[in-house]
Structure formats: structure tokens, C-alpha cells
């Protein structure tokens, strides 16, 4: 499915996996055969189905060469202008009745298969074994926006993997061979940039400071900002 209208927060909670994630325009979810789970949705969305049988993937995949094991992978609001572009065409042609229609549905949908399997399928890691290890940088900034949005409010693992429509394991791995850093590292890091920008306010309290970025004591948050600066809050407010 692809998403119009107002971005909203969604969560598709199946099996024990948790996906978060925004219905961003140009943005994508694949719930594969097997996979239904239960939606927590933060508003009314718009959206454009469409629903693929096992025998048109088998045959699109035959025809880029693959083997007929080939799964598509779960996906929540993951970036992919081209699948929401054809979807998008494909919800405007699909009550329409003429023959070129019909003709234009086909096509659009071949095009559609043939971007979901070589970008969100089993196949997609070995068809392409040279591509980049880790994320893209669109990832990454996707990721750390999301960070920057919720510094006061605790972050989990599945939250940030769901942003991209990943699996925690393969999140973790690939943000640090993305970034050189753990997913943690990062986020210490955005809370204490942070963190220096409000001390430089001499109106708030450094304990109110240390809640805005996500830290519940003054101790806890003086431990983190000496570690990454070394020196405590109070003393990095006095040398300002």
C-alpha cells in the first residue's frame, strides 16, 4: 500500500515485532503472505492497495532470473518514490474500463512487481552483491530525525529499525557500518548537542535541561554529557 494525505504515525505490531513508522507521501508498507498482524494508527489516512498473488511474483521473478523461493520482505512506511508513483497511477486507472486501461493496469503492475522484488525481496541481497554495505544516507537521516524529534522520550531498538522498515538485528548492523557508531552512541550524542545548545540559555535549570534530552536524574545526565565532553554541565554553562 502506498499513503496520501496528512503524514501520520503508524505501528504494525505481528507476531513479536514491532514496526513504527510515518505515512509519508512516497512511502511504501509490504505485508507479506503470512505476516497480518494489528495496526495502531494515529489518524484517518488515505491509501492505495493493491494485492499480488504468488503466481505473479513466481513469474516476474523467472523472468529477472531468480529462484521461485523468493520472498517479499515486511516493510512499514519505507521510502520508495517509484512503487508509490506506479501505485498512485495504478489507483487512478483501475475503475476505468476501456482497453488501454486495462492494458496500462498490466504493464504498471509488471513494473510495480519488478520493483518491489529487486528492492524489497530475498532476492534483491543476492541480485546485487556488490552494493553498498549498511545504510543509505537517506536512512540515516531518516533515523536521526526521528531521534531529534523524541530526545525527551525513552527510544527503543524496534522503534528506530521500524522508521526504515527493518529488522533490529539487521538495524543495528547496518546503522554501524553506515555510521561507525551503535544506534545508542548516536543518540547520546544528538542529546548531548542538544543539550549544549540549552545550557547556553542561562534561564532554564540544568535539571530541567537533562529531562528535555532524556535523562531522569541530574546524575545520570552529568555522567553522559562529562563522558562525551568531559566536563559537567554546570561547568560547560560557566566557560559559555
Known amino acids: 500500500m502506498t499513503y496520501y494525505g496528512e503524514a501520520q504515525d503508524i505501528l504494525w505490531r505481528t507476531g513479536g515485532e514491532r514496526l513504527l513508522s510515518t505515512t509519508r507521501s512516497g512511502s511504501i508498507t509490504i505485508i ?6 494489528a495496526w495502531d494508527i494515529a489518524g484517518p489516512i488515505g491509501v492505495s492497495h493493491v494485492f499480488l498473488s504468488e503466481d505473479r511474483l513466481r513469474s516476474s521473478m523467472e523472468q529477472l532470473g531468480g529462484n521461485h523461493g523468493v520472498e517479499l520482505l515486511p ?14 497511477m495504478l489507483g487512478r486507472e483501475a475503475d476505468l474500463t476501456d ?41 540515516v537521516k531518516n533515523v536521526t530525525t526521528y531521534m531529534r524529534e523524541r530526545l525527551g522520550a525513552p527510544i527503543g531498538l524496534d522503534d528506530l529499525a521500524g522508521v526504515i522498515g527493518l529488522s533490529r538485528f539487521h538495524f543495528c548492523t547496518a546503522f554501524r557500518e553506515a555510521t561507525g557508531s ?13 543539550a549544549r545548545q540549552l545550557l547556553a540559555d542561562p534561564a532554564l535549570p540544568v535539571t530541567d535541561i537533562g529531562l528535555a534530552v532524556g535523562y531522569e536524574t541530574p546524575s545520570s545526565f552529568a555522567a553522559a554529557f ?8 554546570t561547568a560547560y554553562r560557566r566557560s559559555l
Open 32 to 37: 507479506p503472505q503470512g505476516h497480518d498482524g
Open 75 to 88: 516493510r512499514v512506511g519505507f521510502d520508495d518514490p517509484i512503487a508509490a508513483r506506479v501505485m498512485e
Open 99 to 139: 482497453p488501454s486501461s486495462r492494458l496500462f493496469v498490466e504493464q504498471a503492475t509488471d513494473l510495480l512487481v519488478t520493483q518491489l522484488l529487486r528492492g524489497h525481496s530475498s532476492h534483491s541481497a543476492i541480485a546485487a552483491p556488490g552494493a553498498q554495505r549498511g545504510l543509505a544516507s537517506w536512512q
Open 182 to 194: 551503535t544506534p545508542h552512541e548516536w543518540l547520546v550524542r544528538l542529546r548531548i548537542e542538544r
Open 226 to 233: 562529562r563522558k562525551l565532553t568531559g566536563t559537567t554541565p
